[in-house]
């Protein structure tokens, strides 16, 4: 994963590197074990220092690689981590920073991970897990309370988006209209009104150079500045879009339910 080892990337671009994982364990279930162990260390060299009163955009997407892989692989994961001694280190990071978690993506993913996590026996897991079920149960019902603010806020984003898309097209028909009718229309002899389209376009262009100018120039300041609030990705498409949760949550919490009562009744 060259974008995220290169020194000379900003966080932006290390951004990529952290999505590009994410999409490979999410699409690729149990055919890519022997690339988690990988992908741990190599976010982790951007975690060793993050403190859990402050998390940037990037550090929040390395934080998400290593939850996509304990969804991958919770058993396999969890073993890293605890080889590594890094799994106190991660809950901690993680949960400290849950209500960074703020789209709809990111909270399902928490929720199907820490179901996931529900399901492994008690004797497998971690000390610190077995003995940290409230918290993890905490934070499954303060996802719930956010989710469904976030479900329509995405769904007025991909109102918004379709909108935007239909007058886009609206306004390309118009333009072939228009240029028809300009083809027979006779021309301006001194040729004005060529320099005119000309010259917006150049002023489009600078304008455009102006802000990738100023979104690199944000993405490149001191990371602990970095904190602006992640926005819904509409074009984003993962297997977790049409899981729902709230049945997921279910089945593995009356599961366990129906396990300790009958480990209770033997």
């Not at 060529?194 to 944000?218: G, I, K, P, S």
């Amino acid at each position: 994963m060259i974008l995220l080892k290169r020194d000379r990337l900003n966080e932006s671009e290390r951004i990529c590197g952290c999505k590009l994982i994410e999409s490979i364990l999410l699409n690729c279930r149990g055919v890519v074990d022997q690339y988690v162990g990988p992908f741990i260390d190599l976010v982790f060299k951007h975690l060793s220092n993050t403190k859990s009163t402050s998390l940037t955009n990037f550090k929040f997407y390395c934080i998400e690689a290593v939850i996509n892989c304990l969804y991958y692989n919770p058993l396999l994961s969890l073993h890293i981590l605890e080889e590594r001694n890094l799994t106190q280190t991660f809950f901690s990071i993680w949960f400290d920073n849950i209500k960074k978690f703020s789209r709809v993506h990111d909270k399902k993913l928490v929720v199907v991970t820490l179901c996931s996590l529900m399901e492994i026996p008690v004797e497998q897991l971690p000390s610190i897990l077995q003995t940290g079920w409230p918290q993890v149960l905490e934070v499954i019902l303060t996802i719930f309370k956010s989710l469904p603010k976030a479900e329509e806020n995405r769904n007025e984003m991909e109102k918004m988006y379709d909108n935007e898309s239909d007058d886009d097209d609206d306004d390309g028909e118009a333009d072939g209209e228009s240029e028809n009718r300009g083809d027979q229309a006779v021309g301006d002899d001194d040729g004005w009104e060529d320099d005119e389209d000309v010259q917006d376009e150049d002023a489009e262009y600078l304008e455009f150079l102006a802000r990738e100018a100023a979104r690199n120039a944000r993405s490149t300041t001191d990371e602990e500045d970095d904190d602006d609030p992640l926005e819904e990705e509409i074009l984003f498409e993962s297997p977790l879009d049409k899981l729902d949760v709230y049945i997921r949550f279910h089945d593995v919490f009356v599961g366990k339910i129906l396990l300790r009562s009958k480990v209770s009744f033997n």
